[in-house]
């Protein structure tokens, strides 16, 4: 006789329900995706998602939640950036981003889909938790242009440019098999992406050494 599956409580559930949905809309799209697709997809009546999630809506803002909280601590080197360790900090969020969007495609497919679709979801997720890393990020480039550490350069097309590096890198590699890239191992591709951003923004140049040893 095999044993009763335990109950999920209800937070439980909610995670399910936003995990499936992930996985529904970054293979359909949002046009070609359904409650009763997603309800498929994690198991469940379709009535069960709106036990959890009032509307649509509420369950892309659900997502963009279960995103941020996964990932703000990996994008947020404070350490770092308080020991002005340059290196360190740009190769912190260069290995985080590139570890865990290459791992798992999942979220960066949906929001693919969401700004070719002109979903609000891709609104949504740029006005909120990736413009506050922005501004975080470019607050501190700015700190240090004005401490004599960076070049003079527009902080937030210097912020943008980095995580835009590590961005087309997974794309090319996870999204569009560039075979030529298949090869190279991640600890290169963060070298290589923190050594070119820094050689560019910084006054004086870094030591020559592996970045990911200091990460």
């Not at 902080?155 to 996870?174: D, K, Q, T």
Request: charged share 30%.
């Amino acid at each position: 006789m095999e044993p009763k599956r335990k109950r999920m409580t209800g937070d439980e559930r909610r995670q399910e329900i936003i995990r499936a949905a992930m996985q529904v809309f970054s293979r359909n799209g949002f046009s070609g995706s359904t409650t009763r697709k997603i309800a498929e997809r994690a198991g469940i009546s379709e009535a069960m998602i709106y036990n959890h999630f009032r509307s649509k809506k509420d369950l892309y803002a659900a997502i963009i939640d279960e995103k941020l909280q996964e990932g703000e601590p990996l994008y947020y080197p404070l350490v770092a950036m308080k020991n002005k360790d340059e290196p360190r900090v740009f190769a912190a969020i260069v290995s985080n981003y590139l570890r865990r969007h290459s791992e798992d495609t999942t979220f960066l497919r949906l929001l693919l889909f969401s700004a070719l679709e002109g979903h609000e979801l891709a609104t949504m997720f740029i006005a909120g938790p990736v413009r506050k890393f922005f501004e975080f990020l470019a607050e501190y480039i700015q700190k240090r242009t004005a401490e004599g550490t960076f070049r003079e350069v527009n902080p937030e097309v210097a912020a943008r440019s980095l995580l835009g590096m590590i961005h087309y890198f997974v794309l090319l590699s996870e999204i569009l098999k560039d075979e030529s890239l298949q090869s190279v191992n991640q600890t290169e591709v963060v070298e290589t992406i923190v050594n070119i951003f820094c050689e560019g923004i910084m006054v004086k140049p870094i030591e020559r050494e592996d970045v990911n040893e200091r990460n």
